[in-house]
C-alpha cells in the first residue's frame, strides 16, 4: 500500500510501506493512504509500526525513482492543514450556526420523565449534527425543532400523568385503603 506523509510541512509521496524508514518517517510523523479517513501518526498505523521496532540486518537500499503520477482513483484526499479543523462539509456553512440539538434535554426527559417520547427526542437531536454536516442547514433546523417538540411533550406528559397519579393517591388514602 502506498502512504502519502507530511515532511517540513509539505505533503510529500505516494511511497510503499517498507520506504517510509528511508524518506526519514518518524513514529510521530502524520501518514495518510487511500481508505484512512484523516491524517494520523505512523506509530499508530500497524503496518508502519513495526519498522519502528525491527532493526533491520542490512541497510535497506532506496527504492528506484519513479515517475510521480497523480493518482486516478476516485477517493478525495483529506487535506492537511487550517482547513481541516472544519470536518469536511462545514467551511461553508460557517454563515449559518449550527442549530441547537437539545441533546441534554432528551437525555433529561428519557431519564426523568417519559421514556418513549425521550427516545425519540434522542434519535432526532442525533440527527441534527448530521444533518448540518452535510450541508443540509434546513433538515437541520427540522431535526432541532422535532427534538425541542419532543422534549417538551415528554415533559408535560410527565406532569400530567404526574397529577393524575396524586390525585389517585389522595383519593385513595382519603378512603382508607
Known sequence: MNYFIVRNGQQA????????????????TLVWCEGMAQWQPAQEIAEISVYFYQQPAAPVPPAPQQAYQQPQQAYQQPVYGPQQAYGPQQAYNQSK??????LVWSIIVTVLCCVPCGIVALVKSSKVSSAYNAGNYEEAVRKSE??????????????????IYAIFLTFVISQGY
Do not use: D, H, N, R
Not at 450556526?97 to 437539545?102: A, D, I, L, V
Not at 422535532?146 to 397529577?163: D, E, P, Q, R, T
Open 97 to 102: 450556526p449550527m442549530p441547537e440539538t437539545y
Open 146 to 163: 422535532s427534538a425541542k417538540s419532543w422534549c417538551i411533550w415528554g415533559a408535560v406528559l410527565s406532569l400530567v400523568f404526574g397529577i
Open 13 to 28: 509521496g505516494p511511497f510503499p510501506a517498507e520506504q517510509l524508514i528511508a524518506e526519514g518517517v518518524t513514529p510521530t
